[in-house]
T-cell receptor, first 109, second 120 residues
Framework: GESVGLHLPTLSVQEGDNSIINCAYS??????FIWYKQESGKGPQFIID?????DKRQGQRVTVLLNKTVKHLSLQIAATQPGDSAVYFC????????FGKGTKLSVIP | GAVVSQHPSWVICKSGTSVKIECRSL??????MFWYRQFPKQSLMLMAT?????????EQGVEKDKFLINHASLTLSTLTVTSAHPEDSSFYIC????????????????FGPGTRLTVL
């Protein structure tokens, strides 16, 4: 069941601003990284991925940055919209995925 | 493309009963499916890896006799929670890996919409 006092980090941004969500990982052998978006009561939705031979990848309104030196991954969302409000998880692995703790993004209209 | 469905989307059962959750890849074949559990405000935790035609591989701490997994075809895996108790109440999510030549990326897990289990 739910642990008392456990909460997700929350990022609140104004509609139209850019959002940056960060993720740290510990396994230096990881070679595949993914960002997922999860809306309340739904399964994770693939946003963008990146392999360890790259440090940046862009999609539609989203950019993922990978810094292998410090084992850090970030997701940038341009011109954030109310529909972007959700919990965002980073995940890494090749066959099996390990999920990060998640960040709740709240967009203020 | 690459759609994964789960059934039921939610279920409420009495303590001690068993509940079966189905995970289907609708438009692609999946040799491998994964089962996750997610408690409120927490991340997804991998429970087991299910390979078609073979026994599932369970993560440490997950009771294989309690969480029975069957992957009888390339499009269907089932998770049965046996003798469910209130502490098994959770959001259960499956994902499927595409198979080579079967219409989905082989390096990407496609997730189902999840099943909310409430045990009274």
């Amino acid at each position: 069941g739910e642990s008392v006092g456990l909460h997700l980090p929350t990022l609140s941004v104004q509609e139209g601003d850019n959002s940056i969500i960060n993720c740290a990982y510990s396994n230096s052998a990881s070679d595949y990284f993914i960002w997922y978006k999860q809306e309340s009561g739904k399964g994770p939705q693939f946003i963008i991925d990146i392999r360890s031979n790259m440090d940046k990848r862009q999609g539609q309104r989203v950019t993922v940055l990978l810094n292998k030196t410090v084992k850090h991954l970030s997701l940038q969302i341009a011109a954030t919209q109310p529909g972007d409000s959700a919990v965002y998880f980073c995940a890494h692995g090749s066959y099996q995925l390990t999920f990060g703790k998640g960040t709740k993004l709240s967009v203020i209209p | 493309g690459a759609v994964v469905s789960q059934h039921p989307s939610w279920v409420i059962c009495k303590s001690g009963t068993s509940v079966k959750i189905e995970c289907r890849s609708l438009d692609f074949q999946a040799t491998t499916m994964f089962w996750y559990r997610q408690f409120p405000k927490q991340s997804l935790m991998l429970m087991a890896t299910s390979n078609e035609g073979s026994k599932a591989t369970y993560e440490q701490g997950v009771e294989k006799d309690k969480f029975l997994i069957n992957h009888a075809s390339l499009t269907l895996s089932t998770l049965t929670v046996t003798s469910a108790h209130p502490e098994d109440s959770s959001f259960y999510i499956c994902s499927a890996l595409g198979q080579v030549g079967a219409g989905a990326r082989t390096d990407t897990q496609y997730f189902g919409p999840g099943t909310r289990l409430t045990v009274l």
